[in-house]
């Protein structure tokens, strides 16, 4: 799920940068398949939790995999999110070029944290969930960059567009937050602890 | 939790129509007490089930409250953001006269679809879980009379209250959608089976 979630968020963004319709509705199907891994998971997990009658730390790490089964599935959505909105302005594109560079960065940034939690997730690889803490910060500043630009007075692609953004950077920034929030859950299944709060 | 659900997101919606400062700070306040008992009642579900070994029906339905929960806390976390929002803008209002009815209307569907809800989770009422499917297409036609209304040529009140708007239109979306969410759960629990998917 996590790799099919990387390759839907990749794509969404070069869809959207570089007005590619294919690529776009590439997304938009393959969502399906990321929902159906997750029907499959989570009936696999039930199923566990029927039949093994967990106790303790395989119980916990049970009703984890639930939950961030249903994180990835909303990291799906937000990626289907953004490839729609590639589709309803093309042959457009839905970003003007002062703000493509941004939403590049937003799309490289998502992805770099996206491949840490597949990291966290396969290895519990507990220093590279403490990490994404930090890359979570830099998706919050080119948030604050979006809207900034959004509303300086030279802003001159009107309020559709600002509409359109708005949405952009919300969808990567709650992505980007599904992330952090399984890199949580897995550094708790290891240590025991929660990770430390951002300063 | 549907009953604070309920009220806060009453209260942010007031707040934002009111520009009450007091309110948004109690709504902001109180979501801390949604995530305690959030945080509770899994650990009681998880409890559950270490002790009792439930299977079939009874594991599910278990399995469906750490679901619901989720469902609760995340539109406690959508009230404390539309709380954020009155609280920003205070002593203004983010809600410019035109579109302060459509907002009220926004918070009273998600009221009406928040009460069905609760009615379902206490006694299981299938016929409203149905219900709420027709209520969730109302907040919809809200949601693009509030995108037409930005979008219209006669538009006065600039980028940054159409920032607002968006989010606010998709903040009172969202929250409709996971209380349809937890009405299906239920619905399922119930039936054994999904509910119709919408005309």
Do not use: P, W
């Given at each position: 799920m996590s790799s099919l979630v990387q390759d839907a968020l990749a794509h969404a963004t070069t869809a959207l940068l570089t007005a590619d319709l294919g690529l776009a509705e590439k997304v938009?199907?393959?969502?399906?398949?990321?929902?159906?891994?997750?029907?499959?998971?989570?009936?696999?997990?039930?199923?566990?939790m029927a039949r093994q009658q967990p106790v303790a730390s395989d119980l916990r790490a049970l009703v984890s995999s639930l939950r961030m089964s249903a994180d990835l599935e909303r990291m799906g959505d937000l990626?289907?999110?953004?490839?729609?909105?590639?589709?309803?302005?093309f042959p457009g594109t839905a970003v003007p070029p002062e703000l493509a560079l941004t939403i590049d960065e937003m799309g490289r940034t998502a992805g770099k944290i996206i491949a840490k939690m597949s990291?966290?997730?396969?290895?519990?690889?507990?220093?590279?969930?403490?990490?994404?803490?930090?890359?979570?910060?830099?998706?919050?500043?080119?948030?604050?960059?979006?809207?900034?630009t959004l509303l300086a007075d030279d802003w001159g692609y009107g309020v559709e567009t600002a509409i359109d953004m708005t949405l952009l950077a919300r969808f990567y920034?709650?992505?980007?937050?599904?992330?952090?929030?399984?890199?949580?859950?897995?550094?708790?299944?290891?240590?025991?602890?929660?990770?430390a709060p951002r300063a």
């Open positions: 938009i199907q393959e969502d399906a398949t990321i929902d159906t891994i997750q029907h499959e998971l989570d009936a696999r997990t039930i199923n566990l990626a289907d999110h953004i490839a729609k909105l590639a589709r309803k302005r990291s966290v997730i396969e290895h519990r690889d507990i220093a590279r969930a403490l990490e994404i803490e930090a890359d979570d910060d830099e998706m919050d500043v080119l948030h604050r960059k979006i809207i900034t920034e709650r992505c980007a937050d599904h992330a952090v929030s399984i890199a949580r859950r897995v550094y708790f299944l290891v240590t025991g602890e929660y990770a």
